[in-house]
Structures are given as C-alpha cells and as structure tokens.
C-alpha cells in the first residue's frame, strides 16, 4: 500500500498592510481619471482570478496603461512600480491560505529586470518576518546592477534579517560594482572586526591592481575597531598618496 505524501505548507507570510495602504494612497493620487478606471478594473480582474498568471499579465499591462508613451519620466515609473507592488501585495492576500513564499518565489522567477526590482524593494513589507531570505539570497547573487541594486540599496530587508556573513558579502559586492554603501540600511549598526578586515582586503586588492579606491569603502569601516597595525597602514597610504587625505579624519586621535 501506497500513501501519499503532502508536502507541509511554509508559514504564511506577514504583509505590512498599513505600508501598501499608504502606497495605494499615493498611486490614486497620480492617477488621471482613464488609469484610474483602468486600475480599478485590473484590481477587480485579479480578486476574481487570483493568480500568478492573472498578476503577470496586469504587471505588463502598467507600463502601457499607467505611463505616458516613451521614455518613461521619473513620475511614471514610480507610478508603475507602486501598482505592481500592490499587486503583488493583493495576489499574496488572495493567497493566504496556500504555500505563499512558493508564490512569491515563482513570481521573481517569472520577472523581468523591473518587475524583478520592485518585488526586491518591497519585499521587507510583504514579509515582514524574513521567511524569504533565501529567496533574498539567491537574488543578491545576480551580476545585474538594478536587480542587486533592489536589494542592497535603501532597503530594510538585509538589515533585519541578513546574518552578518551573508550581510558582508551584500556590502562587498555593493562596493565591488561601485554602488554607494551609504545607502545600505543599517550598516552602521552592522560594522565590526570582520566586516573591517574584509573591507581593507578588498582595499588591498583594489591597490594591487591600480584601481582607485571607492569612495564608498570608509562607510563600510568601524574606525574606532582597527588595530594599530591597521590604522598605521592607512596612514602610511595616505601619506603616500595611495589613498586621499581624507582617510586621516576617520582614524581614531593617536592611531
């Protein structure tokens, strides 16, 4: 005799439903009276037919549908990205009773480069409870500059739910495609020994091969935790020009 064997459903995921409320508010704000029918219409088309292939159709609808005709402006960018949140979101709540994390993965697998991008931006707020980390992960691994950028940059995820090795590499990489680390969230509050050792190496290899320094690389560098043998080397490269003089306000008095 056989069984059969049904794979347990992961934990439901924990939306931030008053942070896509208040991006609804701002998406009608911007809507003229056509998208507004025509995004109302799109809401009701998904809370009758809840799923993927119902989301992936209305997300390649905004562009059309809520921008202006080529090139896209700021504005109607932010537009297009604010309804496929919502959609996302209201895809999510439609599916509350079945294995949403899979649902979630399926749709970033599904993507485009943008659809991709907004999910990653808002993915703290449709998991407030970090249950897609790997999913995270997986994204952070990409060699695309706006997918990765999604992740890395002015995003809360990887700050509240990155362990600190996973959260390292997320700096490193940032810095290794030139992407401004002062817009990681809260990586004052996860700078530390290991993280300044990984960042002087990356410094190291950046001198080996001539290549300037970023900028960028003293936000990722807890100061205050050098060595004295490491704060010396930084000053003899700055003295020696290899790095700009602006390096010596960081180092702690005395160092």
Same mark, same amino acid.
């Given at each position: 005799? &056989? *069984? !059969?064997?049904?794979?347990?459903?992961?934990?439901?995921? &924990?939306?931030?439903?008053?942070?896509?409320?208040?991006?609804?508010?701002?998406?009608?704000?911007?809507?003229?009276?056509?998208?507004?029918?025509?995004?109302?219409?799109?809401?009701?088309?998904?809370?009758?037919?809840?799923?993927? #292939?119902?989301?992936?159709?209305? =997300?390649?609808?905004?562009?059309?549908?809520?921008?202006?005709?080529?090139?896209?402006?700021?504005?109607? $960018?932010?537009?297009?990205?604010?309804?496929? +949140?919502?959609?996302?979101?209201?895809?999510?709540?439609?599916?509350? /009773? =079945? #294995?949403?994390?899979?649902?979630?993965?399926?749709?970033?697998?599904?993507?485009?480069?943008?659809?991709?991008?907004?999910?990653?931006?808002?993915? !703290? !707020?449709? #998991?407030?409870?970090?249950?897609?980390?790997?999913?995270?992960?997986?994204?952070?691994? $990409?060699?695309?500059?706006?997918?990765?950028?999604?992740?890395?940059? !002015?995003?809360?995820?990887?700050?509240? %739910?990155?362990?600190?090795?996973?959260?390292?590499?997320?700096? *490193?990489?940032?810095?290794?495609? /030139?992407?401004? &680390?002062?817009?990681?969230?809260?990586?004052?509050?996860?700078?530390?020994?290991?993280?300044?050792?990984?960042?002087?190496? %990356?410094?190291?290899?950046?001198?080996?091969?001539?290549?300037?320094?970023?900028?960028?690389?003293?936000? +990722?560098?807890?100061? @205050?935790?050098? =060595?004295? +043998?490491?704060?010396?080397?930084?000053?003899?490269?700055?003295?020696?020009?290899?790095?700009?003089? %602006?390096?010596? @306000? %960081?180092?702690?008095?005395?160092?």
């Amino acid at each position: 005799m &056989t *069984l !059969d064997v049904v794979s347990p459903l992961s934990p439901a995921l &924990t939306l931030r439903h008053a942070a896509f409320a208040e991006r609804r508010r701002q998406l009608e704000q911007q809507l003229d009276d056509p998208s507004r029918r025509w995004w109302h219409e799109a809401l009701e088309q998904l809370a009758r037919q809840p799923s993927a #292939d119902t989301l992936v159709l209305l =997300s390649s609808q905004c562009k059309r549908r809520l921008g202006q005709p080529a090139p896209l402006t700021g504005p109607d $960018t932010e537009r297009i990205q604010l309804a496929r +949140a919502l959609l996302l979101a209201q895809l999510l709540e439609h599916q509350a /009773g =079945s #294995d949403q994390l899979a649902l979630l993965r399926q749709l970033f697998l599904w993507g485009d480069d943008q659809e991709k991008s907004v999910l990653l931006k808002v993915l !703290d !707020d449709l #998991d407030s409870q970090g249950r897609s980390l790997d999913l995270a992960l997986q994204a952070g691994r $990409t060699n695309n500059r706006e997918v990765f950028a999604a992740i890395a940059l !002015d995003n809360p995820f990887p700050a509240r %739910h990155y362990p600190d090795r996973a959260f390292h590499q997320l700096v *490193l990489k940032t810095l290794g495609m /030139g992407l401004d &680390t002062g817009r990681i969230v809260g990586l004052a509050q996860r700078r530390s020994v290991d993280l300044n050792q990984l960042a002087l190496e %990356h410094m190291e290899e950046q001198l080996a091969a001539f290549r300037s320094v970023s900028d960028a690389l003293p936000q +990722a560098i807890a100061f @205050e935790l050098l =060595s004295q +043998a490491q704060c010396q080397r930084l000053r003899g490269l700055c003295q020696q020009r290899r790095l700009p003089a %602006h390096w010596l @306000e %960081h180092l702690p008095p005395g160092a």
